[in-house]
């Protein structure tokens, strides 16, 4: 392999650059060449491609979003597009491709790499945690950091006015942020997608709540599971049956996504970046880097796609224990 291209995919990550930073240099200390591939799977097939040193990615590691941009490229979808991907690979001798997103952006590399049989790796990078084989994705460290710090100055006006708040945080179809958070934020319950409260438990809990003395409360919630409802209706539902709180709704929305990467998600990055070349020049195709025990070990992309990553139970439970 003497040249190596690297795209960011899917919903961007705090940490994507420090990833694309580490890609570029490990390049360089292992005498490869390395080219940046613009707007994710969309720069692949229109050929937006430039080729990057290690000086090119110079001050980058604190910055948040993906100085390669990103993009969900419909155009890839089709085997035609997929074909000029592949032609302009070709065309700029690119011997191997790392892709740096979430599975949706796995399972077109693996498609790409079986049609055109181009070696390719996955670094698992977005806020969702949601991703098989990795206990950490790159960016979710940060997002939770993002996250509790608004929840703490909601917590305050909160306090302030004896009120309860319903804060919907990100998670495509994941609980993995609302859940972590949760715990960080001291939130009195956390609704995720993989546990069914329903809406009587959450009224009971609530009214306990209140029975225990406390001042304010804050629901975390999953932009996932709604019990039914969007977030505004669960707030007015929970208000006409509970009457004795006034509620408030607060959607984080993408503010989660940006920010300087935490060092967690530094390291993290540049860990895997480093792995994720080294695999390649091993002659080794189609795998995706992922943390495991604090190890960094690699996993069949076919896997990594199937399904998310499960959640911990075990954590709904401490915010049980710990909330009451
Ligand atoms: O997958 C990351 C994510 O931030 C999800 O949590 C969220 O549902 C989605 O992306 C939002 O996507 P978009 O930025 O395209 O609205």
Known sequence: IKKIGVLTSGGDAPGMNAAI????????YHHVE????????????????????????????NKGGTILKTAR???????EGRKKAYENLKK????????IGGDGSFTGAMILSKEFDIPVMGIPGTIDNDI???SHTIGFDTALNTVIDAVDKIRDTASSHKR???????????????????????????????????????LESLKKSKKSGKSSSIVLVAEGEKLGKNVFELGEYVEQNLPEYEVRVSVLGHMQRGGAPSCFDRVLASR??????????????????????????LTPLEQ?????????????RVSDIISI
């Open 132 to 134: 098989r084989g990795t």
């Open 34 to 61: 390395c080219i940046g591939i613009f707007r994710g799977f969309q720069g692949l097939v229109e050929g937006d491609f430039e080729p990057f040193g290690p000086r090119d990615v110079n001050y980058i590691i």
């Open 272 to 297: 895997l970046s480093v792995k994720a070349v080294e695999t390649l020049l091993e002659g080794k195709k189609n795998y995706m880097v992922g943390l495991i025990n604090d190890k960094v070990e």
């Open 92 to 99: 700029e001798a690119v011997d191997a491709l790392i892709v």
């Open 164 to 202: 309860l708040f319903f804060v919907e945080v990100m998670g495509r179809d994941a609980g993995h942020i609302a859940l972590n958070a949760g715990i960080g934020a001291g939130a009195e319950e956390i609704l995720i997608p993989e546990e069914n409260l329903g809406m009587d438990r959450l």
């Open 73 to 79: 490229s419909e155009t890839f979808k089709t085997a």
């Open 304 to 316: 990594a796609v199937k399904g998310h990553s499960p959640i911990d139970m075990e954590l709904l």
């Open 21 to 28: 930073r580490a890609i570029v240099r490990t390049c360089t």
